[in-house]
């Protein structure tokens, strides 16, 4: 066995004890007061000038009513159509005027209706001039027209002429007083038939459709003056 301690125990040693500040109450801060809105001041008589513009107004509608309603009965109680009742104006279409070109007339434009004449230019020269070829269809009197250049300007003493079909009298015209025909003495004009005048008399050229009418020389130049009337007279 221990042997027992000579020492008393030790008492238990309380921690001093801390003093905690009081804290002082926090007083509000005073709230100031709203200040009162005094009510807006009336003038004298406003409310009378109220009331009689408040009568002005519904006087005004209720003559605005009553026109309204007078002329509904004016109008027998119909009312207005609509604008999907109202009939559009009608539009009459107006034709456009065909242009109609002056001058000589021209053949049927379609190559496929028509036939063809060609032949030769002649001129009691070395040159041929610059001139007008003519075709006069002897049955309507058309007439029909062709330029030369002449020889000088490169032009080709061939032509050719397209027609639409029908029965023709040709001319070469050089000058307003000279001209060239297809007579009979068109194929030889130096010959002794030429010197008869029952020959130069213009000879009928038959265009075909689709055919080329051949040989149609414009070399007849070797007429009189009585003679050349008779050829122009065919155009």
Do not use: R
Not at 29 to 57: H, M, N, Q, R
Not at 128 to 135: K, Y
Not at 146 to 158: D, E, I, N, V, W
Not at 185 to 204: E, G, I, M, R, Y
């Amino acid at each position: 066995m221990e042997p027992a301690s000579s020492n008393p125990p030790a008492e238990p040693v309380n921690p001093p004890t801390q003093e905690v500040p009081s804290i002082p109450p926090v007083t509000p801060a005073p709230v100031a007061p709203t200040p009162e809105i005094p009510p807006a001041p009336v003038k004298p008589g406003s409310s009378k000038a109220l009331v009689i513009v408040s009568i002005a107004i519904l006087v005004v509608a209720v003559l605005a009513a009553a026109a309204y309603f007078l002329g509904y009965l004016s109008l027998g109680g119909a009312k207005k159509p609509t604008p999907t009742q109202v009939a559009a104006p009608t539009v009459t279409p107006i034709e456009s005027p065909v242009a109609t070109v002056s001058g000589s007339p021209v053949a049927s434009p379609s190559a496929s209706m028509q036939g063809t004449v060609s032949g030769k230019l002649c001129y009691p020269s070395e040159m041929a001039p610059a001139g007008e070829i003519t075709a006069k269809e002897t049955t309507t009197n058309e007439s029909f027209k062709q330029s030369f250049a002449g020889t000088a300007a490169g032009g080709s003493l061939a032509y050719t002429f397209l027609l639409a079909p029908g029965t023709y009298h040709l001319k070469y015209q050089t000058t307003p007083t000279m001209a060239g025909y297809y007579t009979a003495c068109a194929k030889d004009p130096t010959s002794s038939v030429c010197t008869q005048d029952t020959n130069h008399v213009n000879l009928d050229v038959v265009v075909t459709t689709g055919k080329n009418t051949m040989g149609v020389e414009l070399c007849d130049f070797y007429w009189n003056q009585t003679q050349k009337q008779a050829l122009d007279a065919a155009f």
